[in-house]
């Protein structure tokens, strides 16, 4: 017997076992990490995995691990929604136009791989859906009246306790009953019911109306810009509305790292600050606490953007990346690696909703 042979067939053993334990790995602790698109492609690798990533668990998983922004959605030209992927290779639904809903609608507002649409046919009916997976819901007929232009947002944080998404809506509206003031009406999809809030922002005169383009949520609080730069905040908690000084009309709300952050552009320059203290203006005089800080200055590659020095306009900002279009082109810059890349597609508009691939289930 050649006893030289067995090292072979039992490496060769080992090697398999290996083989297999890493396949269980990805499959167990990778996989979730991933945007949809890159899902759907890993259903031929084997059964194993086309079951896994079936499976609503999974699902539920997938939700919560893979939370960072891959791409935008936008109207074009003609009206309808269009998805630019900032990788084609792994963002991506099925049908971009969202025809998969009953009527023609207007992207309102966005968060962790939800949309909130609105129809457009005369009873103006909000729509939630995931365009990965098609499943949407019509909601109920608020009470009051939202304006033409609604300042919607909408508040989606994956629980891992809840198998079915759970989420609200927030719209600030010009109140019909107190002249210049804003009243915030809240739908929570736990009840299936809108609610109006008691508070009531006062003295908001038509410069302090919200901004309905502006809105963006930061830990429990949801803030507009408003036409005529400063801020106003409504704490869901609390339900208690704050008006925040601002001296920079221009630029865009957004999250950094937990905090609401606000980027400014002025020529070359694009300004990241960030919200340090709101209640800076009741400190006693002399205090040198300010209520914005942390400015950042960011510098895009102009090898990349061109000669387009203060052309910029801020369309998105989060705690990875910015992105600012110009020229009808799109550029994203990361903060971490501070790279500069060019995001292919047109954004012909200056309003543009950040997307998660997810299989978020409704």
């Known amino acids: 017997m050649d006893r030289g042979k067995r090292p072979d067939r039992s490496l060769a053993a080992l090697n398999s076992k290996m083989y297999m334990d890493l396949k269980d790995i990805i499959r167990e602790h990778s996989l979730s990490f991933l945007p949809a698109k890159s899902l759907f492609k890993f259903n031929a690798v084997c059964r194993d995995w086309k079951l896994q990533i079936s499976s609503p668990f999974f699902a539920h998983n997938q939700s919560l691990f893979c ?10 030209l003609d009206g309808s929604p269009s998805l630019i992927p900032i990788d084609p290779s792994f963002c991506g639904v099925p049908d971009p136009l969202l025809k998969f809903l009953p009527e023609p609608v207007d992207i ?78 809240i739908y929570s999809s736990k009840g299936n019911s809108w609610e109006v809030a008691g508070e009531i922002h006062f003295g908001a005169r038509a410069t302090r109306m919200p901004n309905p383009k502006s809105g963006v949520h930061v830990n429990g609080v949801v803030y507009w810009m408003t036409i005529s730069g400063s801020i106003l905040a409504f704490d869901l908690t609390k339900e208690r509305s704050q008006l925040l000084q601002n001296h920079d009309s221009r630029g865009i709300l957004g999250e950094f790292s937990g905090k609401l952050c606000k980027m400014n552009v002025i020529g070359n320059s694009i300004s990241l600050s960030i919200l340090d203290n709101v209640h800076s203006n ?22 990349i953007v061109g000669n387009v020095a203060g052309d910029y306009s801020v369309l998105h900002v989060d705690s990875n990346m910015l992105v600012v279009r110009s020229q009808g082109k799109a550029f994203w810059y990361d903060f971490k690696s501070r790279a500069t890349k060019c995001i292919p597609g047109e954004f012909h508009n200056s309003r543009c909703f950040p997307y998660v691939n997810s299989l978020v289930s409704l």
């Open 67 to 76: 939370r960072s922004t891959s791409g935008f959605f936008i109207h074009s």
């Open 108 to 185: 309102r507002s966005s968060s962790n791989g939800l949309l909130c649409c609105q129809g457009r046919a005369e009873d103006k009916a909000y729509y939630i859906c995931n365009p990965v997976t098609q499943q949407w819901k019509k909601l109920p007929k608020s009470n009051v009246n939202h304006g033409p232009d609604p300042a919607i947002v909408l508040i989606f944080e994956p629980s891992l306790l809840n198998f079915v998404a759970e989420y609200k809506i927030i719209c600030a509206f010009r109140s019909t009953d107190f002249g210049d003031a804003v009243e915030f009406d």
């Open 282 to 303: 009741t400190m006693q005089m002399g205090s040198q606490t300010k209520m914005w800080a942390g400015k950042q200055q960011v510098v895009l590659d102009s090898n």
